[in-house]
């Protein structure tokens, strides 16, 4: 069962040097106040290694992290949107792993499923291959590691209090299976209801993958 901390004291859960999952596909599902936190506490908590969709924009969001130097590595399928990310990356200040878009969210499944990783025939021929390809009836696939972290924060548009989440639409993205891959979860929501009051067969991500739950605002 998670338990419903501030911003402030959620974030206490995040060492330096951390492996950090964080859901969300641009401005949509990622959970901006948790970040922007992590953005305040530049020489508390530094040296992560994301992984993430992208970087945000420059100086907003994710980006932030970028412009204070609190990143050492991220891996993802989108980073030329920051492009003060592909500066610090040619100045050697950030390592960037790029991975099809598809290939990410399912090494993060397969994280979150216990599995050791997968075979895909996304990638073969390119820089993006892996160092083990295997030919299966006929066709060329290279084998994609698992993705797991240390937490994960994600973004729900309402929670029960045991930590069962429910997701708006395309803001789900990233955000169930992060949840998954984790040691640690951390979901900000919208809205905090009381157990029983979320309709079954709207809770995407079960209470047994979250450990804290923040309450945020809308328009917060």
């Keep these: 069962m998670a338990e419903i ?3 402030e004291q959620a974030i206490e859960f995040i060492k330096p040097n951390s492996t950090l999952m964080i859901g969300g596909f641009g401005n949509v599902g990622i959970p901006r106040r948790l970040v922007s936190k992590i953005a305040d506490m530049p020489s508390e908590i530094y040296g ?3 992984i993430v969709n992208d970087l945000g924009t420059p100086g907003v969001g994710l980006g932030r992290l970028v412009s204070n130097k609190q990143i050492k590595k991220a891996i993802g399928s989108y980073f030329s949107y920051n492009p003060d990310a592909v500066t610090a990356y040619h100045r050697g200040e950030l390592d ?3 991975m099809p878009q598809g290939n990410m969210a399912e090494a993060i499944r397969a994280g979150g499923a216990g599995l050791g990783g997968f075979y895909s025939p996304v990638g073969v021929g390119t820089e993006l291959e892996g160092s083990d390809n295997k030919v299966i009836n006929g066709k060329e696939y290279t084998f994609v590691e698992a993705l797991r972290a ?3 924060m994600i973004h729900a548009y309402k929670a029960d209090t045991l930590g069962n989440l429910v ?3 395309a803001a789900g993205n990233f955000n169930p299976l992060m949840a998954m891959a984790a040691k640690f979860t951390i ?3 919208e809205e905090i209801v009381e157990a029983g ?6 809770i995407a991500t079960p209470f047994v993958y979250v ?3 923040v309450k945020v605002e809308r328009g917060e």
Excluded: C, S, V
């Design 211 to 213: 450990n804290a739950l």
């Design 96 to 98: 960037l792993k790029l």
């Design 197 to 202: 009051a979320l309709p079954p067969a709207e």
């Design 48 to 50: 992560l290694t994301l």
């Design 167 to 169: 997701y708006n639409k």
């Design 150 to 152: 240390d937490f994960a």
């Design 187 to 189: 979901a900000e929501a």
């Design 5 to 7: 901390f501030t911003k």
